[in-house]
C-alpha cells in the first residue's frame, strides 16, 4: 500500500535554492582567497630577518646596485666606492665604527643622525637596504667573505711547503717571531690577506723591525726587536729566544729594511695553492669574540 505524501511548497524549494548559491558564492570567495594570498604576499616588501638583518642579503647583485646608489647620491659628503669625503669618513676605513649592524646602518642612513652633519638620505627603503649591502661589503672581514677553496690542501700548505708556521701561530701551535694569527680572518680584510702574501709591506710594523745586533762581548744575534729605545733593546731572535741588552751592551744595531714576511707565494705557490692558503687563513675567526653593541657616537 503506498502512501500518499504531502506536496512541497514553493517557497521551500526558493529557500532551497538561494542556500545553494550562497553556499556556492561562499566556496568562490574563499577558493580566491587562497589564491590570491600568495601574490599579495609575493607583492609586500621583504621584512627584516631576525637580528634586523638585511632582508636582501649580501648578494652581489645588491652590493653593485648599492655601489651605484652610494655613488649616485651619497658622494656630496662621502668619497667615491666609500672614500674619505669633504664632508664625510672613509666608510671602508680600517678603523673601528660605532654602527656595524645592518639595522643600525639602514637607520643611520635612512633618517640621518641627530646631532651630526649625517642628513636623512630620502631613499626608498629597499634602496637604502642596497647601500647597506654595499658598506657592510667595504666592512667585511675575510671571514665574513667567501673566500674558494680547499681548507685541508691550505693547511697543508700552512704547515709545511708554505713554511708559515715557522713565524706564525694559530692557537697555540707554530711560530712565535710573527703576529699570531688565530683571528686574522676576523680581523682583516680577504684584500689584506692576500696582500701580506704577494706584496712588500710599504712600512713594517712596530714590534717585527728586523735587526742585527753585535755584543760587546763579540757575539753576533739577528731577529726582531720588540721594544727598542735609547736605554735598551729586546730582541727575540731566530730560535724564539728573547733577550733584553742595555744600549751599552751592544757594540753594533744594524735594522733591517724589509720585513721578514716574504711576499713572493705568487712564485712559490701555484694560484691553486695560493687560493687554498687564503681560504685556510680566512676561516681563521675566534668565536665568541662579538664586539660591543652599536652605539650613536658617530658617522657609520
Not at 7 to 29: C, D, E, H, N
Not at 126 to 137: E, G, L, P, Q, T
Not at 233 to 238: A, G, I, V, Y
Not at 252 to 280: I, K, W
Request: charged share 25%; aromatic share 6%; net charge positive.
Amino acid at each position: 500500500m503506498l502512501t500518499r505524501l504531502a506536496p512541497v511548497p514553493a517557497s521551500a524549494f526558493r529557500m532551497l535554492g538561494i542556500r545553494m548559491r550562497l553556499r556556492a558564492t561562499k566556496t568562490k570567495w574563499i577558493a580566491a582567497a587562497l589564491l590570491l594570498a600568495p601574490i599579495a604576499a609575493s607583492a609586500q616588501p621583504p621584512k627584516p630577518a631576525p637580528g634586523n638583518t638585511n632582508p636582501l642579503g649580501h648578494s652581489e647583485q645588491a652590493i653593485e646596485q648599492g655601489r651605484e646608489i652610494f655613488n649616485h647620491n651619497c658622494t656630496v659628503c662621502h668619497g667615491l666606492n666609500g672614500a674619505a669625503g669633504d664632508r664625510g669618513p672613509a666608510l671602508g676605513a680600517g678603523r673601528d665604527y660605532s654602527r656595524r649592524k645592518d639595522q643600525a646602518i639602514f637607520d643611520a642612513v635612512q633618517s640621518g643622525i641627530p646631532g651630526t652633519n649625517m642628513p636623512p638620505s630620502g631613499l626608498l627603503p629597499m634602496d637604502v637596504w642596497k647601500v647597506v649591502a654595499y658598506i657592510r661589503s667595504l666592512r667585511a672581514t675575510a671571514s665574513e667573505a667567501f673566500a674558494p677553496g680547499d681548507l685541508a690542501q691550505g693547511a697543508k700548505i700552512f704547515w709545511s711547503k708554505g713554511r708559515c708556521s715557522e713565524c706564525h701561530m694559530i692557537r697555540g701551535r707554530g711560530g712565535i717571531l710573527g703576529p699570531d694569527l688565530s683571528n686574522i680572518g676576523g680581523e682583516q680584510p680577504l684584500s689584506v690577506l692576500r696582500d701580506s702574501l704577494t706584496k712588500a709591506k710599504p712600512q713594517i710594523p712596530r714590534g717585527y723591525q728586523p735587526v742585527e745586533v753585535v755584543t760587546a762581548d763579540g757575539r753576533r744575534l739577528s731577529g726582531i726587536a720588540k721594544n727598542d729605545n735609547n736605554f735598551s733593546l729586546q730582541l727575540l731572535d731566530n730560535q724564539g729566544r728573547l733577550e733584553l741588552f742595555t744600549r751599552d751592551e751592544l757594540r753594533e744595531v744594524a735594522y733591517g729594511r724589509r720585513s721578514l714576511m716574504p711576499n713572493d707565494f705568487e712564485t712559490t705557490l701555484t694560484s691553486a695553492e695560493l687560493q687554498d692558503l687564503l681560504a685556510f687563513l680566512s676561516r681563521q675567526a675566534i668565536q665568541g669574540s662579538e664586539r660591543p653593541e652599536d652605539s650613536d657616537e658617530e658617522q657609520p
